[in-house]
């Protein structure tokens, strides 16, 4: 795995709370993306981030990278009972690759 | 805007059946991946193929799943024979196969198989 070992992790808030998610992993990347899977879809991507930026914002979307510990993060502000899905990080294998491996994702709750 | 397309949504085998998924990516891009979805496993890599030409072919997934892409337009993903193991989700997915493109996913075949 190019990932850590954290488990499928489940997270259950109100309505209105923020969240964040972590991810670290392994082996270098310059890139992680972030994408969101709601029941019966597939997964969508949300924001992608480089290394370059270290911190990416999207509405109420907040994602890190920190290259130095290989770890990226993602922050829901003010979520709502949508917001309701499973979240997975992803990274690339390499330069000339389209290819992801995916994390195991966290499951997030979000009560009205 | 046509997304990538999946079908079946759902399908039902007994053990040792073949089934047949089928995967239309968005026009234009050039990759093609085949995910495997499971609670425990989570998404698992089975075939990624490149302008049409496999790039990689699962490791573990060889003997009984074969995807093939005919033409830029379509893939199918065989499972031959089927065994209750093989119950998940198959999620078929393309980009432009760039480092750091988005994979646009379809909405998978979720597997049952008795």
């Known amino acids: 795995s190019q990932w850590g070992e954290e488990n499928l992790q489940a997270l259950s808030i109100q309505e209105g709370e923020d969240v964040t998610m972590n991810c670290s992993y392994k082996?270098?990347?310059?890139?992680v993306q972030w994408y969101r899977q709601k029941s019966g879809k597939g997964p969508a991507q949300l924001i992608l981030i480089r290394s370059n930026e270290r911190e990416k914002r999207s509405g109420r979307l907040r994602a890190t990278l920190d290259t130095s510990s290989q770890s990226s993060s993602l922050s829901i502000t003010g979520t709502l009972a949508t917001d309701t899905a499973v979240y997975f990080c992803?990274?690339?294998?390499?330069?000339?690759?389209?290819?992801?491996?995916f994390g195991h994702g966290t499951i997030l709750r979000v009560h009205p | 805007d046509a997304g990538v397309t999946q079908t079946p949504r759902h399908e039902v085998a007994e053990k040792g059946q073949t089934i047949i998924l089928k995967c239309e990516p968005v026009?234009?891009?050039?990759?093609l991946f085949w995910y495997r979805q499971t609670k425990i496993q989570g998404l698992e890599l089975l075939s990624y193929f490149r302008s049409k030409s496999l790039m990689e072919d699962g490791g573990a997934f060889k003997d009984r799943f074969k995807a093939e892409m005919l033409n830029s337009s379509f893939s199918t993903l065989k499972i031959q024979p089927t065994e209750p193991k093989d119950s998940a989700v198959y999620l078929c997915?393309?980009?432009?196969?760039?480092?750091?493109?988005?994979?646009?996913f379809g909405e998978g075949s979720r597997l049952i198989v008795v």
């Open positions: 082996t270098y990347t310059t890139v």
């Open positions: 997915a393309s980009s432009f196969g760039l480092s750091g493109n988005t994979l646009y």
């Open positions: 992803a990274k690339g294998t390499g330069a000339n690759t389209g290819k992801l491996t």
């Open positions: 026009s234009g891009h050039n990759d």
